[in-house]
C-alpha cells in the first residue's frame, strides 16, 4: 500500500510554499502524483443598471478571479519542483467543496493549520476542519513553518473507535516506513482498550511498535502533544472527532487542540 495521489490546496498565503514543498517531497518518496486544487467562486454582479451591464461586471468578475487562479497555478509549479508528476484541477466555485469534490479520487490529503495564531491563506484558502470532516479522506495538517516530515518518530493516539481505524488505515504507508511508533493511550486500559492489538497489526506490518498509556489529564490534547515531542515525534495520528451543528463542525477537545495549536504534523480521519 502506497499514495498514489495526494492533494493539496494552492492558495496565496504566506504557509502555501512550505505546505506544497512538503507535499512534493512525500510525493517524491511514494512516486505519487501531487495534484494541486484552487477555486473561489465568481461574485454575482451588483447594483447593476440593465442586463448589458450585468454581463459586463460578470465579465469583468470572472476575469479578475481567473487571474488569481492562474497566480495560483504558477505558485503551485515553482513550489512543487520537478521529479514528480503533478495535475492541476481548478474551478469556479467554493474553495473547500472543489476540494472535496477532487478528493474522491485522492489518497491524502494536505492542509494548513489555522488556528487562531495562524495566517489568513486569503481567497483560496480552506478550513481544514470542514475538509477534515467533508473529504472522506486521511488529512494530513501542517503546522506553519513546517517544510518536510520525514515521518520516522510517529505516535499513534489510540482510541478505539472507526475514526482511529481509518487514520490507523490512511497512515499505514508512513508506518510502514518509520523508525518507531508510539501507539499512545490516554484514560483507558491499554490492553482492554485495543492498543496491544493495534500494535500487534503494525508489527505484522513490519512496523517497530510500543505501547505507552499517558498519564491521565484534564488537558488530553497537550498531554499528547508533550508525549510527541519528548518522543522526538514528528507526525501524530489519530481520528478526528466531531459533530456539525448550525452548518458549523463542531469538534472534540483533542481534535481541536490538534487542528488550532499542534507544533507536529497531524494525520487525522473522520
Known amino acids: 500500500m502506497a499514495y498514489a495521489n495526494i492533494l493539496i490546496p494552492a492558495d496565496l498565503g504566506a504557509a502555501a510554499p512550505d505546505r506544497i514543498r512538503l507535499a ?41 478571479i481567473q487571474a488569481i487562479l492562474e497566480q495560483a497555478h504558477a505558485s503551485f509549479a515553482r513550489f512543487a519542483g520537478d521529479g514528480i508528476r503533478t495535475d492541476w484541477r481548478w474551478c469556479f466555485a467554493d474553495a473547500v467543496a472543489h476540494l472535496v469534490e477532487q478528493a474522491r479520487a485522492a489518497d491524502l490529503v494536505v492542509v494548513s493549520r489555522r488556528g487562531p495564531g495562524d495566517e489568513d491563506p486569503g481567497p483560496l484558502g480552506v478550513t481544514p476542519g470542514r475538509v477534515l470532516m467533508e473529504a472522506g479522506r486521511p488529512v494530513l495538517v501542517v503546522p506553519p513553518r513546517t517544510v518536510s516530515l520525514k515521518a520516522s518518530r510517529i505516535v499513534v493516539a489510540w482510541k478505539d473507535g472507526p475514526e482511529a481505524r481509518r487514520a490507523v488505515s490512511g497512515a499505514l504507508p508512513l508506518l510502514r516506513g518509520s523508525d518507531k511508533v508510539f501507539v499512545a493511550t490516554v484514560d483507558t486500559d491499554a490492553r482492554h482498550g485495543g492498543a496491544e492489538d493495534v500494535a500487534g497489526h503494525l508489527a505484522r506490518h513490519g512496523v517497530h511498535v510500543t505501547v505507552h498509556p499517558l498519564h491521565s489529564a484534564d488537558d488530553a490534547g497537550s498531554e499528547l502533544m508533550r508525549f510527541a515531542l519528548l518522543q522526538d515525534a514528528d507526525l501524530i495520528v489519530l481520528g478526528a472527532y466531531g459533530h456539525s451543528r448550525l452548518r458549523e463542525w463542531m469538534f472534540g477537545g483533542v481534535t481541536r487542540d490538534l487542528l488550532d495549536r499542534s507544533p507536529l504534523c497531524s494525520l487525522m480521519c473522520h
Open 24 to 64: 512534493a517531497d512525500l510525493a517524491r518518496r511514494f512516486e505519487a502524483t501531487l495534484t494541486g486544487v484552487a477555486a473561489h467562486a465568481v461574485p454575482a454582479p451588483i447594483l447593476v443598471r440593465d442586463v448589458y451591464d450585468a454581463i459586463d461586471q460578470e465579465g469583468r468578475n470572472k476575469a479578475q
